[in-house]
């Protein structure tokens, strides 16, 4: 009796596009992109991301939205496994770095489950890439040695414990927060922080159309209702969100004394 040999799985790369600049794609992501023959890509990845995707590939959107999921996650890990079984290699492309608030865990572990090896390349968290497109540092050894990152979008928002993630000496980065603002001011005043408290919304991080725009912890939902700031979107909540030309003067005093010394 002659046995068919059994097709060879196929691996998936979760790879992390970055907030949106595609100069800051790392190399391995390039090169991953370039010789594509399937990508699944999420609706954060920039058009100019996917331009630089093999023109012979197949893609694949499985875009979500907060109210509009376009495929489950169930469905989008099942569809990775049953190409990868199919012996294709596939190519999950999503925004910022896979394993942060990307659910880049959840595809891993169901491809793992179903024995298929998976290669995670990292990508700048739009955190970080929103940090310096803005110039805004996370830390800085005057105002902030401690950074959180959460997620504020509605489910559970409330049993959420944020205490002690904002104040003095921190930052707080919240990803998702837009549709709940108003929530988040009053949650973290609730929890004692300053009604003045400095914040800094970036909208659209490091893309020609970015806007970085701020207000007391008080007027963070004025903020994002008069300028209708649209997703993505970052709140970056501490002392480092202040205008930049106050933390630049004072680093500029802070040296000025250093060289004087
Ligand atoms: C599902 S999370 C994905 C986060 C992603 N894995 C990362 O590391 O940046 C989506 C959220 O990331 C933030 N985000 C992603 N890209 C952004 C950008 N270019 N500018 C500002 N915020 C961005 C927004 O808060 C958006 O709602």
């Not at 790392?26 to 996917?50: F, K, M, N, P, Q």
């Not at 990775?80 to 999950?92: N, Q, S, T």
């Not at 549709?179 to 400095?198: F, W, Y």
């Not at 903020?223 to 480092?240: E, N, Q, T, W, Y």
């Amino acid at each position: 009796m002659t046995m068919t040999p059994a097709t060879p799985k196929g691996r998936v790369h979760l790879v992390g596009a970055g907030p949106g600049d595609p100069d800051l794609l790392t190399l391995r992501a390039a090169r991953l992109l370039e010789g594509a023959s399937l990508v699944v890509h999420d609706g954060l990845v920039d058009t100019a991301i996917l331009a630089m995707v093999n023109p012979a590939a197949e893609r694949i959107s499985v875009a979500k939205a907060r109210s509009r999921h376009t495929m489950q996650q169930e469905d989008i890990n099942a569809l990775l496994v049953r190409e990868a079984l199919a012996g294709r290699d596939v190519v999950r492309l999503k925004g910022g770095d896979p394993f942060v608030f990307g659910r880049g865990g959840e595809e891993a572990e169901a491809c793992r489950a179903a024995g298929i090896e998976v290669e995670v390349v990292p990508g700048i968290s739009s955190a970080l890439g929103a940090s310096a497109a803005a110039q805004i540092p996370l830390t800085h050894r005057d105002h902030a040695s401690i950074v959180s990152f959460v997620a504020g979008q509605c489910k559970g928002l409330t049993e959420q414990d944020w205490s002690g993630l904002a104040g003095k000496g921190r930052t707080l980065v919240i990803f998702m927060g837009l549709a709940t603002a108003a929530q988040i001011s009053e949650k973290l005043m609730a929890d004692g922080l300053a009604p003045d408290v400095p914040v800094a919304v970036i909208e659209n991080a490091t893309r020609a159309q970015m806007r970085v725009l701020r207000s007391p912890l008080a007027g963070l939902e004025a903020l994002v209702s008069s300028h209708r700031v649209k997703s993505p979107a970052l709140i970056v909540i501490g002392d480092v969100a202040r205008a930049r030309g106050d933390l630049a003067d004072h680093t500029i005093r802070a040296l000025a004394l250093e060289a004087g010394k």
